[in-house]
């Protein structure tokens, strides 16, 4: 899971802003995942990819949006129409997004709201 | 839908004593079953994980126990340690969506010295 970095470590939207979340990974891991964590919940899942080009909704895209240009990166852009951002953003690859494979979670980021 | 329910929130044992966490799915279709350990402001990382196929899997002082019937598994620490405290999250997935992972709501686990 050291393959996998995201930046910056905390990040402060004011409102109406887009901010983007940046998610790099060097295991060479066709599918790469984005998680939203809330205080004293579990991990529900925003968007995730299983190859370059392509990317499919989770359980709670809206407000949310994604690009997969290049295998390495999986760049998430929380929009101005998600009204309650805050939350710890993990994301995470495995190999080929295939049943029972490892899921590799990056450091996070931490969004918060001015 | 799917959901996975993950008991009890918190946990506080005394260091030297057994650990168990439980958590019960609702899709009987799931079969891949893994279980993450996140320290304070850190990220998840796999702990273990069993498949369907088998009833327990052991690695050194955790196991996890399936049964499929009631649709339920466990995470079970032996011989805990102030490292484990933690919080641990059950989760599971079927084999159709195996992109979707559906977590437990996770359990503060607290090892006292």
């Known amino acids: 899971d050291g393959g996998i970095t995201q930046s910056p470590k905390y990040l402060f939207r004011k409102e109406g802003q887009n901010v983007t979340l940046s998610c790099e990974q060097n295991l060479n891991h066709d599918a790469m995942y984005w998680y939203r964590q809330d205080p004293g919940q579990g991990l529900r899942l925003i968007y995730y990819s299983q190859i370059v080009n392509d990317f499919q909704k989770g359980d709670i895209a809206e407000g949310y949006s994604v690009s997969r240009e290049k295998k390495e990166s999986f760049p998430l852009t929380v929009t101005s129409a998600q009204k309650n951002p805050t939350a710890f953003y993990l994301c995470a690859s495995s190999t080929s997004g295939l049943h029972g494979e490892t899921q590799y979670f990056g450091p996070g980021t931490r969004l918060l709201v001015l | 839908g799917e959901n996975v329910e993950q008991h009890p929130s918190t946990l506080s044992v005394q260091e030297g004593d057994s650990a168990v966490i439980k958590c019960t799915y609702s899709?009987?279709?799931?079969?891949?079953f893994p279980w993450y350990k996140q320290e304070l402001g850190k990220r998840p990382q796999l702990i273990i994980d069993i498949r369907s196929n088998v009833g327990e899997k052991k690695d050194q002082r955790i196991a996890v126990t399936l049964n499929k019937t009631a649709k339920h598994f466990s995470l079970h620490i032996t011989e805990t340690q102030p490292e484990d405290s933690a919080v641990y999250f059950c989760a599971a997935s079927r084999v159709d969506s195996s992109y979707k992972l559906i977590f437990g709501s996770g359990t503060r686990l607290l090892v006292r010295p």
């Open positions: 899709d009987s279709a799931s079969n891949y």
